[in-house]
């Protein structure tokens, strides 16, 4: 059974830092591009950043130069280092796995429970 297991958010206020974790289980964690995603209240959810097998990264535009994501493979899990937090990044933040399947379009796709990220004064 593969579980996303994301820390509690909270709330921040604004300029302030955070750092998100998401545990990872159930999958073979070292394969997955890694991935944090948010869904603020009436908006789609969107990609925050993203961290390949091999390491690479990308961010949406609105965190650059204000997260920073990393994975450790040897404890299944990966973070979310926020900074300059602002009541924008306001949202339900979820941790996302994902891989390619062989011989097939539809890739392994697996998503955390989510958690509440706050940023108000």
């Known amino acids: 059974q593969v579980q996303l297991v994301e820390s509690e958010g909270g709330l921040v206020q604004p300029g302030g830092s955070l750092r998100l974790s998401c545990a990872a289980s159930?999958?073979?964690?070292?394969?997955?591009?890694m991935g944090w995603y948010r869904q603020a209240p009436g908006k789609q959810r969107e990609l925050v950043a993203v961290i390949g097998t091999g390491g690479s990264t990308n961010y949406a535009d609105s965190v650059k130069g204000r997260v920073t994501i990393s994975r450790d493979n040897t404890k299944n899990t990966v973070y979310l280092q926020m900074n300059s937090l602002k009541p924008d990044d306001t949202a339900v933040y979820y941790c996302n796995a994902r891989r390619q399947r062989l011989g097939s379009n539809v890739p392994y796709n697996y998503w955390g429970q989510g958690t509440q990220v706050t940023v108000s004064s």
């Open positions: 159930g999958i073979l964690f070292g394969f997955y591009d």
